[in-house]
């Protein structure tokens, strides 16, 4: 389906993307434990089963409500595979191991992700060249505008990092320093005092062309995808490729040669009109990083139309800032 929005200057042609009531993240974790310790993926997928059969009744019950009981809510599960900064690991001895624990313990993923996938998509038409997702996220990151900047530090652009304030006069170049002189830190959004926070996206390493992504920042891409909120050139991107028959799947040697995002069963659409993450506590830093760069993304007009156009249509109000549709549940430590 392709809808057509009319702008001031031209149109733009978006492809709508089906929609979930809500995504579920069924977890996370590190390369290190899908890779040499079955044992933690086991216990945390035991903590989480009952969880995950929980939140579902309640998107159910609360959708349904909304709709006047009417509506069939639709919630699918995903799960993104930590690939990114360890991907020289084999998933022919991961995935069959993590996927098998899984289902063991009574937890259904509909979708598995690639966390590379967020950085770079192979197109849908095999002969062209692949989508630098990161890349296009990157582009729409706008910096919130500071009075009474004086330039001397690199733009957010160019630099990587990205505040939600002033930051601190502490790096200034003063021949005496008195702490009279020091001006801290300072969040423009505040409420009677400041939580700032300063976040690294990417940097430039001199043996490689491309930026070195940051796990907020593909953390970011990846809720992007499951909220249906990013296209490139208007046309859907990452849409899920059919892997329902993994049980009997000769899976690749090499990461790089899956799909950005795998389906694994019949399920509701992979993209939702809410997110919900069950994750260790560890990435708490990391969710309220995703949030910050969420809230200083400039998104399509197109595709934001789109989506408040397909939330009325299933009677869900939709919201002004993206964070606001994902919702989180911290694991605390054993």
């Known amino acids: 389906?392709?809808?057509?929005?009319?702008?001031?200057?031209?149109?733009?042609?978006?492809?709508?993307v089906a929609m979930s009531h809500v995504s579920l993240e069924v977890g996370h974790f590190s390369m290190d434990e899908l890779a040499n310790?079955?044992?933690?993926i086991r216990a945390q997928f035991q903590r989480v089963a009952p969880l995950v059969s929980a939140f579902t009744e309640i998107a159910r019950e609360e959708f349904a409500e909304r709709a006047g009981g009417r509506a069939r809510v639709r919630v699918s599960t995903c799960f993104l595979i930590d690939d990114y900064f360890r991907g020289t690991t084999d998933p022919r001895e991961i995935l069959p191991v993590f996927l098998g624990i899984a289902e063991e313990c009574g937890i259904r993923i509909d979708y598995l992700g690639r966390e590379s996938g967020c950085a770079v998509v192979p197109r849908r038409d095999s002969g062209g060249s692949p989508i630098e997702l990161a890349q296009v996220v990157a582009d729409m990151v706008v910096a919130e505008p500071l009075e009474d900047y004086t330039g001397r530090r690199p733009p957010t652009s160019e630099l990587g990092w990205l505040a939600n304030g002033r930051r601190s006069s502490d790096d200034e170049r003063r021949d005496a320093m008195d702490l009279r002189d020091y001006v801290p830190p300072q969040e423009l959004s505040r409420r009677n005092h400041s939580i700032f926070l300063d976040v690294e996206m990417w940097r430039r390493e001199p043996d490689r062309d491309d930026p070195h992504w940051s796990c907020p920042?593909?953390?970011?891409?990846?809720?992007?995808?499951?909220?249906?909120?990013?296209?490139?050139?208007?046309?859907?991107?990452?849409?899920?490729?059919?892997?329902?028959?993994?049980?009997?799947?000769?899976?690749?040697?090499?990461?790089?040669?899956?799909?950005?995002v795998m389906q694994?069963?019949?399920?509701?659409?992979?993209?939702?009109?809410?997110?919900?993450?069950?994750?260790?506590?560890?990435?708490?830093?990391?969710?309220?990083?995703?949030?910050?760069?969420?809230?200083?993304?400039?998104?399509?007009?197109?595709?934001?139309?789109?989506?408040?156009?397909?939330?009325?249509?299933?009677?869900?109000?939709?919201?002004?800032?993206?964070?606001?549709?994902?919702?989180?549940y911290f694991l605390c430590a054993e």
Request: hydrophobic share 40%; aromatic share 10%; glycine share 4%.
């Open 1 to 16: 389906m392709v809808s057509t929005f009319q702008e001031a200057t031209a149109a733009t042609r978006v492809e709508s």
């Open 37 to 40: 310790r079955p044992e933690a």
């Open 217 to 260: 920042f593909l953390a970011s891409v990846w809720q992007l995808l499951r909220l249906g909120m990013v296209r490139f050139e208007g046309r859907r991107v990452a849409e899920p490729v059919d892997y329902r028959d993994w049980r009997t799947q000769e899976w690749p040697d090499t990461w790089g040669l899956l799909p950005s």
């Open 264 to 328: 694994l069963h019949d399920a509701p659409p992979f993209a939702a009109f809410r997110s919900m993450s069950v994750l260790p506590k560890r990435y708490l830093g990391i969710e309220h990083s995703v949030q910050q760069i969420l809230d200083h993304l400039d998104i399509d007009p197109g595709v934001s139309a789109l989506y408040a156009q397909r939330a009325q249509e299933n009677r869900i109000t939709p919201t002004e800032r993206i964070s606001e549709r994902l919702a989180h």
